[in-house]
């Protein structure tokens, strides 16, 4: 790897700002100091930036309780993204696993791992997701057996698999899908002549999110975390 590259990816500096740290003589390598970017590294190469060892990260992996009015995606025209809550290193190389509509919250996971996102998102793994859910109207009794046999949701040619609805009270249910459809958890009470007031994802798979985490807030998951969305060995 060119050193201005290594630059690049561990300070998150663009190739003109790596030449202009070079020639300010403010990295070593080995330690020496080095002004040109052309010069090919390992990816374990000792280098230093004002004294402070680079080295290149790893898959990243986070979960973040996303607040209402922030939407998943890196640029908008009309609401701030939810990448401006985090404080990362080319945090714009991260993505997110399991989009959350603008005006939802909750369990949010980023990473720059796309095998790993694959399999919390692709419908053949089936990652079940459960949100609690708070409704317009009082729910109808016999809702929870039409999401446990499938609904038809507008604009589908096939019904929702079975969905598993616990009643909180009269307007406020738990709802786990194992599917992720546009908008589905919406378009499925709107099926049975409902409408979602508020909508928040608790789990993803077996991951809960995390009680201490405050809307905005974010932690890098544990290696056992990570690990529940690996294939077995």
């Given amino acids: 790897m060119r050193l201005d590259k290594f630059l690049c990816e561990t300070v998150g500096v663009t190739r003109t700002q790596a030449a202009r740290l070079l020639k300010e003589k403010r990295i070593t390598l080995d330690g020496n100091i080095v002004k040109s970017g052309a010069i090919k590294i390992a990816e374990d190469a000792d280098v230093e930036f004002d004294g402070a060892a ?8 986070f979960m973040m309780n996303k607040p209402e009015g922030y939407v998943c995606s890196h640029e908008d025209a009309s609401n701030p993204t939810v990448f401006v809550l985090l404080e990362e290193v080319n945090a714009e190389k991260l993505h997110i696993a399991g989009r959350l509509d603008c005006d939802t919250t909750g369990l949010l996971l980023l990473t720059d791992d796309g095998q790993w996102s694959h399999r919390v998102t692709s419908p053949k793994h089936k990652c ?9 109207d009082p729910i109808e009794d016999d809702v929870a057996e039409q999401f446990a046999e499938g609904v038809m949701l507008r604009g589908e040619d096939a019904e929702t698999l079975p969905a598993q609805m616990t009643v909180v009270d009269e307007k406020e249910v738990l709802l786990t899908i194992h599917e992720g459809k546009y908008h589905q958890v919406k378009r499925m009470f709107a099926a049975v002549g409902n409408r979602v007031v508020g909508l928040h994802r608790e789990t993803v798979g077996a991951l809960v999110l995390d009680e201490a985490l405050e809307p905005g807030e974010y932690r890098l998951l544990t290696a056992d975390e990570v690990a529940q969305f690996m294939p077995s060995k």
């Fill in 128 to 136: 079940d997701k459960t949100y609690r859910v708070w409704l317009d």
């Fill in 54 to 61: 680079l080295k290149l990260s790893g898959p990243r992996y």
